[in-house]
């Protein structure tokens, strides 16, 4: 490109303007010739002529100011080798390197033969080219040009080019660029090329298959999807794999912006590439561990909450699966039978339901030995191995199958509990996918983890197994405390019933002395009979089967009766009873029988432990609770022994209490006792200064319903016309009650017959039709309440009034299967009476159904006077075949009885449509939780508590169930 401004006439015809200059003659061409030389002298570039000897014939000025000092010489004529060594002896142009005559010589010979522009630079630092042509004379035309500030500019391009190839040389990303349109081709590469990837920068200007050959096959259909967002956006990042010169594949960020012409047309994208491979494989390596990290933690969380072994291994095997791509996974586990086996399985992942068919075949009938096979080698071993190749299951009896399935890799990891492999997981595919040593190692873990968690679901099975034991051993404590409860009450219920009848009957009869040895008697056993009930107690409060009855009543008369009733055990007149009441409620809400039972074991534990002085109740309001502290003046409990105080079996470990008799439940039944009253008990003492012992309690029990408690409804009772004696069938096993039941009635008028078994009851029941049943509810083999139920449910016997009496207290549950009554053995006469009063008529016929033979005896003994007859079957069944054979006015049962207890004979009696109107009253000798006493409620009249079995309470309770008995007599005994 020539530097010679456009439009020069000196560039386009040199010929012409030398032809003009030189023969102009005419008026017309000197006026041409004039301008010409005008035209010339007002250019910026210098200009000369030359003729064919090389002598000056014009210039202008421009050409005298390019070379300065000259002008005396530069006129027409002088030579251009004139000029020329006049230059350079006055060094106007720089000759660096070179003498005069030697640069003389070489600027006189391009004058004479020119070839193209001459660029010179002047001592002042200008740029001048020189540009020179022969005309068609001979002569020369010689245009100078100041070209200073192209010159510079080039310099500055030149420097800046040169910086810009250093930081293209030094900088880590490469620049490229390649034009839009066409083939796209590849237009310029930075020579760092070779560092980045190992190319020459020709190899990728050759053409755009360069590029394009060496992106990955699985990121180009992704990289070049992207154009079009270049296009519309400008500018565009992406990340992919490229091809080294060395045949890896390095991962880079193409950073890409479009360049476009002054109308907007897309023409460039300019390049900058990084490689980050080192990053990228950093990311994929965290996106990895991340991944593990996840199957870890899946793993992990799915094995804890699966409920069986069997799942979290099913579990495991799918997430592993997924996660490492291999379709098909099976778990072994070890054989239980010590032969160290590995048998299959069902637990399996298969991609597709038809996938690797033979394998599977093969795999379910191949239990693996130690060494086997690749899940042998992995259980020999315990620890994860990978194998690849055909056969991939060498050793292995599946390996036929698996070749068939085209099976290329396999992978297998143990699952340990301790040293122990218990399982072993293996995979396979069709690929024949490299060792993935991070995958073995993870799969390592899991299998540990799920070791773990085996190891932990056996123990909770053993934890089950042990609690089931547990829950059996508690089961078969409450049988055997119930058992005893009812071996051990059985005589303690004759013996006292025996001794009120004797009492009663011989009182003026028998010596003073006779007398009161049988006050003893009746004492010591009624003693015995409290530390029973009190050890059944206890066991009820740690089964959680003691309910909490809470209901409002007045707080007086309970205090008064407390005091009255621990008053008799004050034997030495040196000891006063002080009640200390103050600013007390009303009336409070809460267990009434439960705050009696803790008051009297407080007191009654002071009196013991005290031999003079007082012992003082004292109760006062404390915030929303009410405190009541037994103050004592005895002999103090030691320092060392508090702790222990409230616990069960406890005595004080010294001479002065050894000398007390006890068993050391009293303060520990109290103690929880005040727990389930929402209060506490404690205890201040010293050791010879005495002891308080403190009860606080809510003064209205949380949870309480407001209000008194729903009265129980009273249950119709049919009165059936019957003739004859007042028979009365006594279902119980035992037959000292079905005699004392006899002995206390007979005198009533009351004809007591026993059934020793709830069958017999039932059949005596049928037969006899009794004006009443009394049942038993504890009895062997059917018990009272089987008896009651079906004395309820026979037409023969259900209309027959059915007495409960027992030594187990469960009035509701007796009601509620239709007895008519129900009393707690001992029994008194009155309250037995009484029963069979209110559901008997005149003359009717009391049946007990108790396996005590004494029941009824003491039964027709209170009744004797109330003319009842008395009938007494020993369990259920002989209940109920007796009320087949002559239907009772009432029935008094036991709960507890052989063959037929309380409960079946109560069903068999409600079954009978005669049977269910007869009035029973229920005979027990303990306490009835309210289930129970709901559900006797339900299907007696009436409850008779055996341990207080005498006349009076009988007769009451004959009375109530049977309203129109006339009971004359027993208002005598009374």
């Known amino acids: ?184 081709a590849p237009t310029f590469i930075s020579e760092n090329v070779r560092d980045l990837l190992g190319y020459e920068p020709g190899d990728y200007l050759a053409g755009p298959e360069f590029w394009l050959e060496r992106l990955h096959p699985e990121d180009r259909e992704r990289v070049l999807g992207e154009f079009p967002h270049l296009l519309d956006q400008g500018h565009n990042v992406i990340e992919y794999r490229f091809l080294h010169a060395n045949g890896t594949y390095r991962w880079v960020r193409d950073e890409q912006r479009l360049l476009r012409d002054p109308n907007g047309r897309p023409v460039e994208v300019v390049e900058s590439w990084s490689d980050i491979t080192e990053r990228k494989e950093a990311e994929l390596a965290l996106q990895k561990q991340t991944a593990f990290v996840e199957l870890l933690q899946a793993a992990a969380a799915a094995a804890n909450e699966a409920p069986t072994v069997a799942e979290a291994l099913r579990f495991c095997l799918e997430r592993i699966a997924h996660h490492a791509g291999w379709p098909l996974g099976h778990a072994y586990t070890r054989a239980d039978d010590g032969s160290r086996a590995l048998l299959p399985t069902g637990i399996w992942h298969c991609d597709t339901p038809e996938g690797f068919a033979q394998l599977r075949a093969a795999t379910a009938g191949t239990p693996l030995g130690p060494g086997t096979g690749l899940a042998g080698r992995v259980l020999l071993s315990g620890a994860p191995e990978w194998t690849l190749g055909d056969p991939t299951l060498a050793g292995d009896p599946r390996a036929p199958a698996a070749a068939q399935d085209g099976v290329r890799a396999g992978f297998g990891f143990p699952v340990t509990v301790g040293r122990e492999v218990v399982a072993v997981l293996e995979f396979f595919a069709r ?215 409230f616990e069960e079996f406890h005595q004080v470990d010294n001479s002065a209490t050894r000398s007390h008799s006890g068993t050391g439940l009293g303060l520990a039944i ?98 006899l039709q009794p004006r009443a049943i009394t049942l038993d509810i504890m009895m062997p083999g059917t018990d009272g309440w089987q008896v009651l139920h079906a004395l309820k449910t026979d037409p023969l016997t259900r209309d027959i009034p059915v007495v409960l009496i027992s030594i187990v207290d469960q009035k509701e549950l007796g009601f509620r299967l239709g007895a008519t009554d129900y009393i707690v053995k001992p029994f008194e006469r009155e309250a037995l009476i009484g029963a069979l009063a209110r559901i008997a008529p005149d003359n009717e016929r009391i049946l007990v159904i108790d396996d005590d033979p004494n029941v009824p005896d003491l039964v027709r003994q209170l009744l004797n006077a109330e003319q009842c007859t008395v009938d007494w079957v020993a369990d259920g069944a002989a209940g109920l075949e ?40 229920v005979l027990t000798a303990a306490s009835l939780d309210t289930a129970e006493r709901d559900m006797l409620r339900e299907r007696v009249l009436g409850l008779i508590d055996k341990s207080g079995l005498d006349r009076a309470a009988l007769v009451r309770e004959v009375r109530r169930v049977l309203p129109v008995l006339e009971l004359e007599a027993a208002d005598r005994d009374r």
């Open 670 to 767: 109290s103690h929880r006792l005040a727990r389930l009253l929402g209060g506490k008990i404690g205890v201040e003492s010293r050791e010879g200064a005495g002891s308080t012992f403190t009860l606080s309690i809510p003064m209205r029990i949380a949870g309480a319903a407001e209000g008194p408690p729903s009265p129980r409804p009273a249950l119709p009772v049919t009165p059936v016309s019957r003739s004859g004696a007042k028979l009365v069938l006594a279902i119980d096993d035992d037959p000292n009650v079905v005699y004392l039941l006899q002995e206390n009635l007979a005198d009533a008028g009351y004809t007591v017959i026993g059934a020793s078994s709830g069958q017999d009851g039932l059949l005596k029941a049928r037969e």
């Open 882 to 921: 007796r009320i087949a054979q002559a239907r009772p006015s009432v029935i008094l049962l036991d709960l507890l009885m052989p063959r037929m207890d309380g409960l079946a004979f109560l069903d068999a009696l409600q079954a009978d449509p005669v049977g269910r109107t007869i009035p029973v009253v």
């Open 431 to 645: 690929d024949a996918s490299p060792p993935d040593a991070s995958l073995l190692r993870v799969m390592s873990n899991i299998g540990a983890q799920l070791g773990r968690v085996i190891e932990r679901k056996q123990a909770e099975e053993r934890l089950r197994q042990a609690k089931e034991a547990a829950e059996e051993a508690s089961r078969a404590k409450s049988s055997f405390l119930a058992n005893m409860s009812h071996e051990l009450r059985t005589p303690l219920n004759a013996i006292i019933g025996f001794t009120r009848l004797v009492m009663r009957r011989a009182k003026d009869a028998l010596p003073v002395k006779q007398f009161e040895n049988l006050e003893k008697i009746l004492a010591s056993s009624e003693h015995l009979l409290s530390l029973i009930n009190s050890i059944l107690d206890l066991a009820k409060v740690e089964a959680g089967r003691m309910e909490v009855k809470p209901s409002d009543f007045t707080l007086e008369p309970v205090l008064d009766l407390c005091l009255r009733t621990v008053e008799p055990l004050v034997k030495n007149e040196g000891v006063q009873l002080v009640r200390d009441v103050r600013d007390t409620p009303a009336t409070l809400r809460t267990d009434e029988e439960k705050l009696r039972q803790i008051l009297i074991n407080l007191l009654s534990n002071a009196i013991k432990f005290t031999e003079a002085g007082s012992v003082t109740l004292r109760v006062r309001p404390v915030g929303e609770s009410v405190e009541f502290a037994v103050i004592d003046t005895g002999i103090g409990i030691p320092a060392d022994a508090l702790n222990a105080i």
């Open 1 to 184: 490109m020539s530097h010679t401004p456009a439009g020069s006439p000196f560039e386009t015809s040199p010929d012409a303007v030398g032809a003009a200059i030189r023969t102009a003659g005419s008026p017309e061409d000197g006026v041409a010739r004039h301008k010409l030389i005008e035209a010339i002298e007002s250019s910026s570039e210098g200009f000369a002529l030359f003729d064919s000897d090389d002598r000056l014939v014009f210039c202008n000025r421009h050409f005298q100011d390019f070379h300065p000092g000259l002008s005396a010489i530069i006129v027409p004529g002088v030579t251009f080798a004139a000029i020329a060594r006049a230059v350079a002896e006055t060094c106007i142009v720089r000759a660096d390197g070179t003498t005069v005559e030697a640069w003389l010589a070489e600027r006189i010979a391009r004058y004479r033969a020119p070839r193209g522009p001459l660029l010179q630079q002047r001592v002042d630092g200008r740029w001048v080219q020189v540009s020179e042509r022969k005309i068609n004379d001979g002569g020369v035309v010689a245009v100078y040009t100041d070209v200073t500030e192209i010159k510079r500019a080039e310099q500055a391009l030149r420097a800046t080019q040169g910086r810009l190839t250093y930081l293209l040389t030094a900088s880590p990303s490469m620049i490229c660029s390649f034009e839009v349109g066409g083939r796209n």
